[in-house]
C-alpha cells in the first residue's frame, strides 16, 4: 500500500495533492505543490515539432511544375523553328524537283518533235517519186505515156519504197526519252518500215503485171498497198500518243 502511494506521488502528484493535502504538514505541503508543478510542466510543454516532410514534398512537387512549362515552352519554340526550317527544305527541293521536271518535259518533247521531223523528212523523199509514178499510170490509161516510162517509173518507186523501208527500219529513236515514249517511237519505226515493205511488193506486182498483164498482179497489188496504209496509219497513231505523253499537242510541230 506505500509502494503504491510512492508511485502516485511520482505520476500524478497533483491527483496526491488534492487527496492528501488536509493530511500533510507546511513542508510536505510545499514539497508537493513543487514536485505537482514540475511534471504538470513536462506535460504541458510541447515537445518539439519536426519539419513537415510531406508538406515540404508537395511544395518542391509544385515548384517543379511551375518550372516545367516553361521547359515544355522552350522545348516547343525549338521544335516550331525546326519544323519551319524543314518546311521551308521541302518547298526548296520540292521547287528544284518541279523546275527539273519542267526542263526535263521540255526536252522530252523536242526530242520526240526532231523525231517527228525525220519520219516526215523520209516521207517527203518519197513523194516526187510517187508523183512521177501516178502520172506516169495515168498517161498509161490514157494513152499519153508507153509502157517503158510506166515500168521505169515504178521500178524508181519500187526501189525508193525498199530504201525507205531500211530507212525507218535504222531510224534512231533519242536514248534519253522515258521508256514508254521509246516504246511508243519504236513501234511508229517499226510500222513504217513494214509500210514500206508492203509498197515495195506492191511495186513488184506492178512490174509483174506490165510484164504479163495477168489481172492477178493487180489483186496483189491492191492486197499489198492496203496492208500498207494499215501499218502507216498504226504508225502517225502511236506517234501521235508519244507526242501526248510528253505533253505536246497532236497538231503541234
Given at each position: 500500500m506505500k509502494l503504491l502511494r510512492i508511485l502516485a506521488w511520482l505520476f500524478v502528484p497533483f491527483i496526491m495533492i488534492f487527496v492528501s493535502w488536509k493530511k500533510l504538514g507546511k513542508v510536505a505541503k510545499i514539497g508537493g505543490a513543487i514536485w505537482a508543478g514540475f511534471i504538470l510542466l513536462i506535460i504541458?510543454?510541447?515537445?518539439?515539432?519536426?519539419?513537415?516532410?510531406?508538406?515540404?514534398?508537395?511544395?518542391?512537387?509544385?515548384?517543379?511544375?511551375?518550372?516545367?512549362?516553361?521547359?515544355?515552352?522552350?522545348?516547343?519554340?525549338?521544335?516550331?523553328k525546326t519544323e519551319k526550317k524543314d518546311d521551308q527544305k521541302a518547298k526548296e527541293e520540292a521547287k528544284l524537283k518541279d523546275a527539273t521536271d519542267a526542263a526535263a518535259k521540255k526536252a522530252n518533247q523536242k526530242e520526240v518533235l526532231e523525231f517527228e521531223k525525220s519520219v516526215y523528212a523520209l516521207e517527203e523523199t518519197m513523194s516526187p517519186i510517187m508523183n512521177t509514178y501516178q502520172e506516169a499510170m495515168t498517161g498509161l490509161g490514157n494513152g499519153t505515156v508507153d509502157i517503158y516510162t510506166v515500168y521505169e517509173a515504178t521500178e524508181n518507186a519500187q526501189k525508193a519504197a525498199k530504201h525507205l523501208q531500211s530507212k525507218f527500219y535504222n531510224l534512231d529513236v533519242p536514248e534519253n526519252l522515258p521508256k514508254d515514249v521509246k516504246q511508243m517511237l519504236n513501234a511508229t519505226?517499226?510500222?513504217?518500215?513494214?509500210?514500206?515493205?508492203?509498197?515495195?511488193?506492191?511495186?513488184?506486182?506492178?512490174?509483174?503485171?506490165?510484164?504479163?498483164?495477168?489481172?492477178?498482179?493487180?489483186s496483189k497489188f491492191k492486197e499489198e498497198i492496203s496492208m500498207a496504209d494499215s501499218?502507216?496509219?498504226?504508225?502517225?497513231?502511236?506517234?501521235?500518243?508519244?507526242?501526248?505523253?510528253?505533253?505536246?499537242?497532236?497538231?503541234?510541230k
Open positions: 504541458v510543454i510541447p515537445t518539439e515539432e519536426k519539419p513537415n516532410v510531406t508538406a515540404t514534398a508537395e511544395t518542391d512537387a509544385v515548384a517543379l511544375q511551375e518550372k516545367a512549362p516553361k521547359v515544355e515552352k522552350a522545348v516547343a519554340v525549338v521544335d516550331t519505226a517499226s510500222n513504217l518500215s513494214t509500210a514500206y515493205y508492203s509498197k515495195g511488193k506492191a511495186f513488184d506486182a506492178v512490174l509483174e503485171f506490165l510484164d504479163d498483164q495477168k489481172p492477178s498482179h493487180m501499218f502507216v496509219m498504226k504508225g502517225i497513231l502511236k506517234l501521235m500518243e508519244a507526242k501526248t505523253a510528253v505533253g505536246l499537242e497532236v497538231d503541234s
